[in-house]
């Protein structure tokens, strides 16, 4: 590949790198309101960089508030979304300068929905864009960029299009480590960022808990808890329970977090996570249901949960969040019925349903057992009659057929 034009807006603790290490392969021209100096970026006007560069790359700050970066108290503070208007500054001059149809990358991190709404409709149609936010960390910003985990590229589809397949030509020659390209909506692309950020929040706010624990009880180190949780690669560090779908439900894993709401009143940690997670765990249930009785109005048919138990082959209706997605069904008025051959509970347990309704799949065994390397089958517990509507929260459920409707819940791409 011969040596492409390429333009960075915004110089900063980000952009002056990158734009280094792209000046290590191509001709690069960076613009910043403020002076930055640069031995092989060539510093200019924001109208060389806009008219001379075939490729911009926008990495402008997309800044919080002042008191909202972490190292002063801000949980108290009301929450806020990040600053949009250096961006829109560099969309609005790369229009004003741009004599040839450029191909704008934005790099900055925004909230899911920000690129959709705020800056793709600001750029003049002459244009291309991706959203590509880095994953990148402060002190090796060179390294990382050409060592990434991942690659995000976001279109408005989500599918690869002539652009971002261009964009993956200019990467691949500078990575150093062959990196995993991820193709995405812009939205997609924008929760991929945020969330791998906030899982890492979560994750080191768990781990610190423990911490925490250890100093309040005694007798623990908090390295022998948290190495044997990090050797636990069959369930805890790894992609296992990474789809969405019903909530963490059975005899123990409910009570346990409960259990630990009281263990963190009893040694006074100052917080509680647990009553967090058990929040969103019945939030998450009557969102759900929520979203099931809203079908249910629509189409004027009764809601059946395919499933009580906890989980598929087993009788146990303990802590199962079936039950807890029908309490809130019926907290909105509406009846529950669940068919289930095993469940040890049969309140509300019909044997048969043949009538159109609105069925929340709950039970899927290839996602409970998968894992076990058995082949499942995943018959269901009754045959879904003509104008049901099925509601599947794990996605995976055939849409082909045309006298029934199936929502893939989770999935908004599709509907
Ligand atoms: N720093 C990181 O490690 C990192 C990693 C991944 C993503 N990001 C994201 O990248 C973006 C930039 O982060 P940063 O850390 O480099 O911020 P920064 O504040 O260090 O740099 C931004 C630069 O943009 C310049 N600038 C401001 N408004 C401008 C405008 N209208 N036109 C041109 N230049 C302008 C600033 O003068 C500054 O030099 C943010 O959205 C951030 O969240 C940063």
Not at 53 to 66: D, G, L, M, Q
Not at 323 to 341: E, F, K, N, S, W
Request: hydrophobic letters at 40%; one cysteine or more; charged letters at 20%.
């Amino acid at each position: 590949m011969g040596k492409i034009k390429v333009g960075v807006i915004g110089l900063g603790k980000l952009g002056l790198d990158c734009a280094e290490v792209f000046a290590e392969h191509h001709e690069v021209r960076g613009y910043d309101v403020v002076p930055r100096i640069s031995d092989t970026v060539k510093v200019c006007d924001i109208q060389e960089v806009v008219q001379e560069s075939e490729w911009i790359f926008i990495a402008v700050p997309t800044p919080h508030a002042a008191g909202y970066d972490g190292s002063v108290p801000s949980s108290h503070m009301e929450p806020r979304d990040f600053g949009h208007e250096a961006v829109i500054d560099a969309i609005t001059k790369i229009n004003h300068y741009a004599t040839t149809g450029k191909k704008v990358v934005l790099i900055s991190t925004v909230l899911p929905g920000t690129t959709r709404r705020y800056f793709v409709p600001k750029l003049n149609d002459t244009h291309q864009f991706l959203y590509n936010p880095y994953l990148i960390a402060m002190g090796s910003v060179k390294w990382d960029m050409v060592n990434p985990e991942m690659i995000m590229i976001g279109t408005e589809d989500g599918a690869w299009n002539g652009l971002a397949k261009e964009l993956v030509d200019l990467y691949t020659p500078m990575m150093k480590n062959d990196p995993r390209y991820e193709i995405g909506t812009w939205d997609e692309c924008e929760a991929i960022k945020i969330f791998y950020n906030t899982f890492i929040s979560a994750k080191v706010g768990l781990a610190n808990m423990i911490q925490d624990f250890a100093m309040k009880i005694g007798n623990i180190n908090v390295d022998v808890v948290t190495n044997a949780l990090a050797k636990s690669t069959m369930r805890i560090m790894g992609p296992k329970y990474m789809t969405a779908g019903m909530g963490d439900a059975g005899a123990c894993h409910p009570r346990d977090n409960i259990a630990l709401r009281w263990l963190a009143q009893e040694y006074e940690v100052g917080y509680d996570l647990f009553d967090t997670i058990m929040l969103a765990r019945e939030r998450q249930a009557k969102n759900l249901a929520d979203f099931l009785v809203i079908q249910a109005q629509r189409h004027n048919l009764p809601i059946v949960i395919h499933g009580k138990a906890y989980k598929p082959d087993v009788p146990y209706c303990i802590g199962s969040y079936s039950t807890l997605v029908g309490h809130y069904v019926q907290q909105a008025g509406h009846a529950i019925h669940y068919v289930d051959p095993l469940a040890d509970d049969t309140t509300d347990v019909v044997i048969e349903w043949n009538k159109p309704a609105v069925v929340l799949l709950a039970h899927n065994r290839e996602v409970t057992y998968g894992y076990t390397g058995q082949t499942q089958e995943d018959a269901h517990y009754f045959d879904f009659v003509a104008d049901s509507v099925v509601i599947d929260p794990w996605r995976c459920h055939d849409q082909s057929r045309s006298d029934i409707t199936v929502i893939h819940y989770g999935n908004t791409r599709e509907q």
